[in-house]
């Protein structure tokens, strides 16, 4: 057998439908009966293996605690069945958020989404972000469109799942609009107007769109400061209350939005029309070495302090990069420009749009393992900012043998094509700017949310000052107002939240009985040990693999693949050293392959389990064109002491 068989798939639910398959409905009657005795003598959900015999004898072979389960979506008044489709790895986010993050993420996200007409109720499941799709799978007109606008952030794994969702009879379209779905209303016929304004506007004039954009940011940088006279906790609390309030609805918004979204459609929209002129390969080299990108400009400042260190060099490639970080924070660290680069990009991290999550900051930990990183480079052709030049040069080259074939070729087509793409160049790399600048009042709201802490701290209210963080901004109200004491509750969803870290790999989509819908879709026959995913960045390399959970220490050495389940801006500075990328998650235009084109280095995306059948140190082939990452023969044991 090669390993790949159909099976049959029973959700035993209160629905009745249609026998099919290998089991008859008095049979299933019977193991949801024993299913559910089970769980109710454990006192938990139970793994149950089981076997009926050729006189129809039910035997239990054996039943053990489910430690794994992914948490099952909360109950819905709404009308069951429904769906939800993971947000959080749009961030490059599978750490569970904290309570604080999810209570601000929720209200930020659903804002951003009606804001582009569409409005999607945001689930907290296991401390992740889930979209609640249904309506819109329901809903003739947007079902219509919906796979396809999944591949812009979400992915090809995402496409797949809600693909099979659409064709599932329960998800069937219902008669007439619903509320989701139904036909525009005056605010979304108002934002259509604007996005189209703002989109043209900045096509036709891209210099100008960055120059208003950057205008904004460093507004929005000022603006964010909380007022000098905060003196009480009551006074911080309304500021926190009053900033997750803010739907951001000026025009600063738009001269930050649209461009964003000029150059993401100028980037997507090339690949259909030089269908059967360029392959992807081509399109992916000339997105690459794209100028304007902040994440970019973060990590080759990165780079130059770490160039500069001169006789630091040492200290800092021998000294573990936590015990570097307190050295730093206490001031008794030789100045290396540490205090210049926080200065301008300290309000990023690792899950940076967590509000319960550590700035770089607060503890640049995560930043001195990367430095030690680059420091291991001595091949100065190898040096992200080579690496990068490269790139930008492959991208023009690439850009103009591209437009002369599809001119001579496709005229029409080819001056489109040859407009967007150079538009692409100008406007694309502005992608990671709108993440950068909302991260400003994050940065302010968790520095006074700290704050309050310390107070209910100082109160005997809370443990730690931290603790704030595990509470929403309603309970602190509470708090701060009434004098309730939530240590408990403190306690119970800080042990849920350590659980979590723990969790590996995250649903794509869940319906709400709990079904994993990727579980469900038709397994790919097995191959020769390749393993399939999307190619995003072009290129072929072979080296050793090195799978990360966690950048914070990482250890990345000049040539390896770095293998990780998603990856976010706070993970780019270990791009600058690694030979390839591989994500189990992702879609081509999210950070991490994004910046893989920036410096020219072979991408694949979507790769199911990379990090659990990839080992650190095992040989393997990365092939950006074709989508597959080969292994090659046995793992090499890991190496003490990394990640």
Known sequence: MDGAAAVDHYILDDVTRTEAGCLTSTQLARLRGTGERLQAHFGCPQDVEWAIDADDVLWLLQSRPITSLFPAPPLSEKPLPRVYLEFGHVQGMLQPVTPMGMST???????????????VEIVDIGGRLYGDLTDLARDRSSRKRLVKLLAVDFGPRAQAAMQHVLADPRFAPTSGGTRHGGAPGAASLRTARRAVVGILRALARPEAARTRMFEAIEQLRVSSAAPADLRTTADRLRFVQAQDADADADDSADAIMWPIVAGMLAAALPTALLKGVAGPDEIHTVLGGMPHNITIEMDLALWRLAQGVGEHRQLLLDTPPAELAALYLRGTLPDIGMAAFLDVYGHRGVAEVDLGVPRWAEDPTPVFAAVANYLRVTDPQQGPDQRFQRAASAAETALEELVTRTRRRRPVRGR????????????????????????????????????????????GLLDQPDDIMFLTLDEVHTVVHQGVDLRGTVTSRRTVHRRELRRRTVPVALLSDGTDVETVLTAAPAGDGTLAGVGASAGRVTGPARVVHDPSTAHVEPGEVLVAATTDPGWTPLFLTAAALVTETGAIMAHGPTVAREYGIPAVICVPDATRTITTGQLVTVDGGAGTVTPHGPSAPE???RQ
């Open 416 to 459: 489109a094509a040859a407009f967007l793409l150079r538009r692409a160049r100008s406007l694309a790399g502005l992608r990671e700017a709108g993440k950068f600048a909302g991260l400003y009042p994050l940065r302010e709201t968790r520095r006074q949310l700290l704050l309050i802490g310390a107070d209910l701290h100082g109160a």
């Open 105 to 119: 993420l929720r209200t930020q996200i659903a804002a951003m989404l009606a804001a582009l007409g569409v409005r």
């Open 639 to 641: 190496q003490e002491g």
